[in-house]
């Protein structure tokens, strides 16, 4: 090219990113290193099987982009770039190239591109950027039904279809009954200056005043459900679901700013996919006896494959899996004090019975194991340990009855290690956080992945309190959550293939959990605690991160993308595990995956693996 020629190059590529943020020497010399090719309306630039060694920067024309299905990736006109994918990633290309106008393109090598990509970091992240969005596009595509829906991901104002009805503080339940008939509605809000104060239902109209004979003229104050239960405007469709299944009631307000714009109940949300999870939790709930329980967890199986089958998101399948699984506990654990009573035991003593690991985190998958704890009261009368020991024996076993192994860790409540009185807890994680050991904060951080599930709520208060106040002063400690975040890496090898086992019983197989799911979970664990965040779920973790700046949001929003895609693949996988009467596991072998997974697979893991490269190159005791 004539110097005129390159001048005007480098104007071009001065006004597009990621070449606009290149110094201005780099950009006055690259022009020569590039080449200029025309490309008539209708050729191939790059082609599907075939190797691909330039960066194709569309000068004049616009092309086209389609993956191997031949499904639309991408139109690019002017500025736009294509074969970045066999720059960073693997050759032979995924995708067909093909101009649709008469394009001059740019052809920048693949030694120069590096080259780039080494010294200007800002250019490297931009294509960094674009894996992001391709791998975003394909969560979307996997977590939607085949008419387009996003499922279960509607927000609690969706359902919303008129503003509430609401009184006074001040009225009558006579007169609130009257503007109940009035409007038609199945439920009032009792507002005050503030906002909503309570709730009054035909429900509560029959048990709390026809039933006993309350006088109308009282104050509706006397018989609503007072601070009723409330919902963002943003919480999802299932979290509505979950919250309202899980504490039996049928109406919910939402709240906005302060205010509400109107209240879902249960009818709105009993869609089809969702009806069966609800009527799962209902009718274990109602079971008289453990071998009740067993037959509705028989059921799960079977709502699990309805919703992989509806390509249900992963994050919601986990959900429901982990709904259910609590319901089913939750009966247990009153069948065994139930039958500790009738044995002359006495009534239970004070306790928490907490849910660990991936249930706490609402993230438990199909055919997984139970880890759970006990939170003793510190003033339990002396031989409550005796009772919890016997409570927790007869609710693991029938856990066992019910399809959820014992844990091969032995992280459950029958083992005395995992059953103290408050004080013996507190004690423990103090000493987890300043004087760390690799093994201690390994069970760290199984106590730090928690929730209560059933007891005293606020025995499990106290030190979660604790863990959030005192985790960000342990830098030892957090050096060892950093460690054990990068440790397990994802299956991929050097040229970005995966990496199988080579022997044993998982021979050709790839791990799923170990350096995916679980490398993702162990970093926003990480990240969480060393902020101070109390968030126990996953994706809540990783995009609290992000808005705390303990992360950088675009890679949290990547990783919330890396988690559901491979969190996608694993309960497909195991459901066909389940149909075909093997034990469900995280190992598959890659040729179980369409190409179009295989592809969208490898970029999740290669996520990974950027998100552990950038913690591990810190300070050991430091995150940010």
């Known amino acids: 090219m004539a110097d005129t020629e390159l001048a005007e190059v480098a104007d071009f590529l001065a006004g597009h990113a990621p070449f606009a943020a290149l110094p201005a020497r780099v950009l006055r010399a690259l022009p020569a290193r590039l080449t200029i090719r025309y490309h008539r309306r209708g050729s191939s630039l790059m082609a599907v099987g075939v190797d691909n060694h330039d960066l194709i920067i569309v000068r004049s024309g616009a092309i086209e982009i389609r993956d191997a299905d031949g499904g639309l990736v991408d139109r690019c006109a002017e500025g736009s770039t294509a074969g970045s994918t066999t720059l960073i990633g693997p050759n032979p290309s995924r995708f067909d190239v093909v101009a649709i106008e008469d394009t001059l393109a740019l052809h920048l090598p693949a030694e120069v591109f590096h080259e780039l990509s080494q010294a200007h970091p800002d250019f490297a992240d931009h294509f960094d950027a674009e894996r992001g969005d391709r791998l975003r596009t394909a969560v979307s595509s996997v ?89 963002a405007a943003d919480t999802s469709a299932l979290e509505l679901l979950v919250t309202m299944t899980e504490r039996t009631i049928h109406h919910l307000p939402v709240v906005e700013a302060g205010r509400p714009p109107g209240v879902v109940t249960t009818t709105d949300l009993m869609r089809p996919e969702r009806v069966n999870m609800v009527h799962i939790v209902g009718d274990v709930s109602k079971q008289p006896d453990v071998a009740g329980v067993v037959a509705m967890a028989r059921r799960l199986p079977r709502l699990v494959e309805q919703l992989v089958g509806q390509d249900v998101a992963a994050d919601d399948i986990t959900r429901v899996v982990t709904t259910v699984g609590d319901a089913i506990e939750r009966r247990l654990i009153a069948l065994a004090e139930d039958e500790l009573t009738a044995a002359g035991h006495g009534p239970p003593p004070r306790y928490c019975w907490m849910t660990m690991g991936s249930r706490a985190r609402h993230e438990q998958a199909p055919g997984g194991d139970r880890d759970h704890g006990v939170i003793l009261a510190d003033d339990a009368p002396e031989g409550a340990e005796d009772y919890i020991g016997a409570l927790a024996e007869i609710v693991v076993t029938g856990l066992e009855a019910c399809g959820y192994p014992r844990c091969e860790g032995d992280v459950m409540a029958s083992n005395p290690r995992w059953r103290q009185r408050l004080t013996g807890w507190r004690r423990e994680f103090r000493q987890w956080i300043h004087e760390p050991t690799s093994d201690a904060v390994l069970t760290a951080s199984i106590f730090f992945d928690s929730r209560p599930l059933a007891g005293d709520d606020t025995l499990h208060a106290r030190p979660a309190e604790d863990i959030a106040a005192r985790a960000p002063q342990g830098h030892n400690f957090l050096g060892h959550l950093v460690a054990a975040a990068v440790a397990n890496e994802p299956p991929l090898g050097f040229f970005r293939g995966f990496v199988l086992a080579r022997a044993g019983d998982h021979k050709d197989t790839l791990d799923l959990k170990r350096g995916g799911v679980g490398a993702i979970v162990d970093l926003a664990r990480a990240h969480a605690l060393g902020a101070g965040l109390v968030s126990v779920n996953t994706r809540s973790r990783l995009l609290a991160a992000g808005r705390a700046g303990a992360l950088d949001p675009a890679v949290a929003a990547s990783l919330v993308d890396a988690l559901e895609f491979i969190s996608h693949v694993r309960p497909a996988h195991q459901t066909r595990q389940a149909a075909s009467g093997a034990t469900p596991d995280s190992r598959l072998r890659p040729s179980e995956l369409t190409p179009f997974e295989q592809r969208t697979l490898r970029e999740a893991f290669h996520v990974v693996r950027d998100a552990q490269q950038a913690p591990a190159q810190r300070s050991p005791g430091h995150l940010t």
């Open 143 to 231: 977590a939607t039904n085949p008419a387009g829906e996003a499922i279960l991901r509607t927000s609690a104002r969706d359902p919303v279809h008129r503003a509430p009805v609401s009184v006074g503080d001040d009225v009558t339940i006579a007169e609130a009954a009257r503007v109940m008939t009035d409007e038609g509605v199945s439920s009032l809000l009792v507002m005050d200056g503030r906002g909503v104060v309570g709730i009054l239902t035909d429900r509560d109209l029959r048990r709390r005043v026809l039933a006993v004979g309350v006088d109308p003229a009282g104050p509706v104050t006397s018989v609503m459900t007072t601070d009723p239960v409330v919902a």
